[in-house]
């Protein structure tokens, strides 16, 4: 009878996949075991530490919902969904980089035309939008869409407003022939990412705070080019330099330019003070197989 102690058995729990036909599953497997069993050892996790620990990947589970994955969100504010986009998105080229999708992605949003208002009847300062969507090489690309999404002014998305809301401050817009892109919504503000649940929790026993800087999401996509997931961070907000899920990168700040009332670009007179913001997203094209 095969016995274990505390080494051994790392080398046995392994063994026992010999006969694993998936070379890629194996390696991560193999890797997975021995980096959870380093850190029992190094810890010396205790019989009450380790039940606590599956009370709350228990209730992590439990909390999952059509409309929430605390899933997701406890592996964006350990900063594993980062790190993942960020080895598979490399920077390169200039072409942007790519940041957390986070849980408030409603697929679906209409397209609609460009300088429309995205925001129509959301709390929030007027802002106006506005770049073009290039190829690596500085190519404009026509046809190109954003899929753009936010909270609002006061840092609420429509999905925590309640089922009776519907879609708010989400729509497509595509480029025109010169690959540029505008619309208006609103200049987002600082907000916390969930915290009445397990992950929350986690956070204040960390002494962690829960809020991301002020960001506007988008994914951008092109015929023949790499989709990007990504954000504009508003230059200047609070939390910039100590994001929650850290998806903050320094090549995604764009200043928002504040307007006493007057016209704006889109020809509309505001009453209000407002924003402009510009921004080019550059995207790399797909190699002729991967097109394919
Ligand atoms: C967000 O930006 O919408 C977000 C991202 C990660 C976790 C929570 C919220
Ligand atoms: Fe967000």
Request: hydrophobic fraction near 35%.
């Amino acid at each position: 009878m095969p016995e274990f102690d505390e080494k051994s058995i790392t080398a046995a729990v392994i063994a026992r996949m010999s006969e694993c036909k998936d070379a890629r599953f194996k390696q991560v497997m193999t890797s997975l075991i021995t980096h959870l069993h380093d850190f029992v050892r190094e810890v010396r996790l205790t019989e009450e530490e380790w039940m606590q620990a599956i009370q709350f990947l228990t209730e992590t589970g439990q909390a999952c919902t059509d409309r929430r994955q605390e899933f997701i969100l406890l592996s964006d504010t350990l900063g594993v969904s980062i790190l993942v986009i960020t080895l598979n998105h490399p920077a390169e080229n200039g072409t942007a980089e790519s940041t957390v999708l986070g849980p408030f992605y409603w697929e679906g949003a209409p397209e609609l035309p460009r300088g429309s208002n995205l925001a129509e009847g959301v709390k929030g300062e007027p802002t106006f939008y506005s770049g073009r969507v290039l190829s690596a090489d500085g190519r404009p690309l026509p046809d190109a869409v954003l899929d753009i999404w936010s909270g609002d002014g006061e840092g609420n998305y429509d999905m925590q407003l309640g089922e009776e809301v519907g879609m708010k401050a989400r729509g497509k817009i595509r480029t025109d022939e010169q690959g540029r892109y505008w619309f208006r919504s609103i200049r987002p503000t600082f907000y916390p990412v969930p915290t009445d649940g397990p992950v929350g929790r986690m956070l204040r026993k960390m002494g962690r705070h829960p809020y991301r800087p002020g960001h506007i999401h988008m994914i951008v996509s092109a015929p023949g080019h790499a989709s990007v997931t990504t954000h504009l961070f508003v230059a200047g907000s609070e939390y910039l330099d100590s994001d929650a899920v850290f998806g903050m990168k320094e090549s995604l700040v764009a200043r928002f330019d504040r307007h006493e009332p007057g016209v704006a670009p889109t020809g509309e007179r505001m009453t209000t003070p407002f924003y402009t913001v510009e921004y080019d997203f550059r995207l790399r094209p797909l190699t002729t197989s991967a097109a394919a």
